[in-house]
């Protein structure tokens, strides 16, 4: 059983357009995350959720999007898409807010 | 901010030598969190330390905690062409804070 899920795996999309990543947590937990990870590695903590309420917002443009329908789902719609945007982006989820990380595999994203 | 650094981004080492991470932190933290990264893969969490100068062990692996909870530390014994990946400290300062990851190190190893 896959504890947290995002789809897709890879999205390739042009210059200017809108999508959306999923993820669901199958842990009971009340905090969910988005993770940016860039081509150096590097994971930037992009928003934060806890209990289907926004906790942090860190300074990512706001063509991205969360919706969180319920404690299980986080989503992550992105608008206007710039090559910039490229990355793997992570879902995670944990009990509470600095409790360990669960990852989900991520969502490879190629703008071109 | 409270920013996390993490020396040294790379390392290349002959299977069987030994090899370590260091972490360092701009505040003291409350805890300090390891994960390993697999090349295409998805960071996965390996051990927490709270108390300060805390010493855990895997296996082959050695996590220590500083006794300032400034400074962390993991250490691989013989080297394993399965270590290879991204390893990441992460910490926070006070329970219940969103975590500061590291900007990581990536472990070659060569057979």
């Known amino acids: 059983d896959t504890a947290v899920s995002q789809t897709p795996k890879y999205l390739v999309t042009q210059m200017g357009n809108d999508k959306s990543i999923k993820c669901e947590q199958n842990?009971?937990?009340?905090?969910m995350y988005w993770y940016k990870q860039d081509s150096k590695k590097f994971l930037k903590i992009m928003f934060s959720y806890n209990n289907k309420e926004l906790i942090i917002n860190e300074t990512v443009p706001n063509r991205f999007s969360p919706k969180s329908p319920d404690k299980a789902h986080l989503n992550l719609h992105i608008n206007s898409l710039e090559l910039g945007d490229s990355a793997v982006y992570f879902c995670?989820?944990?009990?509470?807010?600095?409790?360990?990380?669960?990852f989900g595999n991520g969502t490879r994203l190629t703008v071109t | 901010g409270q920013q996390v650094m993490q020396i040294p981004q790379y390392q290349h080492v002959q299977e069987g030598e030994d090899f370590t991470t260091y972490c360092n932190s701009s505040t003291t933290l409350s805890n300090i969190q390891w994960y390993k990264q697999r090349p295409g893969g998805h960071p996965v969490f390996l051990i927490q330390l709270v108390k300060s100068g805390e010493v855990k062990k895997q296996k082959r692996l050695t996590f220590q905690f500083g006794e300032a909870k400034k400074n962390s530390s993991l250490h691989i014994t013989a080297t394993q062409t399965t270590d290879v990946g991204t390893y990441f400290c992460?910490?926070?300062?006070?329970?219940?804070?969103?975590?500061?990851f590291g900007g990581g190190t990536r472990l070659m190893v060569k057979p």
């Open positions: 992460a910490g926070n300062k006070n329970a219940g804070n969103m975590l500061t």
């Open positions: 995670a989820s944990s009990q509470v807010e600095g409790s360990p990380l669960h």
């Open positions: 842990l009971g937990h009340d905090t």
